[in-house]
């Protein structure tokens, strides 16, 4: 079996984002003006990828992202398992390490390897890595699927890529995102493994 490449991009920006709010998965926002330039700046520099299947979470800011390339018809299915982490009660709010103590202890507990801690009635990174291994799996039983695009969300892209790659969930914090990022992975049937990291030269792409 050839290995197969897999496009895992974060949406594009969104107001929250500017502001430093806190969207999580209960915060179904959309791209704002900068957010659509960074779609069609991702669509110039790989509109032409033969792509097989689309996935996106259920939120519109993912689906806004690859808009382009549903709009060529491509297959395409949203997966609540590739939502964002929810941060609960936060969600809505403007979070900050300098001024947050709770949040601080969260990331704290996270980096420390205690993965289970969550913000009030928020998930924490092992919920949400238990909801994506269903999508994981289904992802990995799709042999014909040879060239995949992905899109989600910052948190989670986190935590998928602990899993892809086989490294502890309190490591996510190396995996680095921004808006309309891109990771390219290769899948050669039983290993992943990265070929692109934090790639936004499509960015740079007049749109």
Same mark, same amino acid.
Request: aromatic share 8%.
């Given at each position: 079996m050839r290995p197969r490449t897999i496009y895992l991009?974060? $949406?594009?920006?969104?107001?929250? !984002?500017?502001?430093?709010?806190?969207?999580?998965?209960?915060?179904d926002s959309s791209l704002n003006a900068t957010g659509r330039r960074q779609a069609a700046q991702f669509f110039a520099a =790989?509109? $032409?990828?033969?792509?097989?299947?689309v996935y996106t979470s259920v939120l519109r800011r993912t689906q806004?992202?690859?808009?382009?390339?549903?709009?060529?018809?491509?297959? $395409?299915?949203? $997966?609540?398992?590739? !939502?964002?982490?929810?941060?609960?009660?936060?969600?809505?709010?403007?979070?900050?390490?300098?001024?947050?103590?709770? =949040?601080?202890?969260?990331?704290?507990?996270w980096a420390a390897g205690r993965t289970n801690a969550r913000l009030t009635g928020g998930e924490s990174p092992d919920e949400v890595a238990a909801r994506q291994r269903p999508f994981i799996e289904l992802l990995k039983s799709r042999h014909d699927e040879e060239t995949v695009?992905?899109?989600m969300h910052g948190r989670a892209m986190?935590?998928?890529?602990?899993?892809?790659? !086989?490294?502890?969930?309190h490591c996510m914090e190396g995996f680095e995102h921004s808006n309309l990022c891109l990771y390219k992975l290769e899948f050669t049937g039983t290993v992943f493994t990265v070929k692109n990291f934090l790639d936004v030269a499509h960015l740079q792409v007049p749109a």
């Open positions: 991009l974060r $949406h594009g920006q969104t107001d929250f !984002n500017v502001q430093g709010i806190v969207q999580g998965s209960g915060v =790989y509109g $032409h990828m033969p792509f097989d299947k806004e992202s690859v808009q382009q390339f549903l709009d060529l018809g491509l297959p $395409h299915e949203a $997966h609540a398992g590739l !939502n964002e982490i929810s941060w609960g009660v936060r969600e809505g709010t403007r979070i900050t390490m300098e001024e947050d103590a709770e =949040y601080r202890q969260v990331l704290a507990d695009l992905i899109c986190r935590v998928m890529l602990c899993q892809l790659l !086989n490294y502890p969930l």
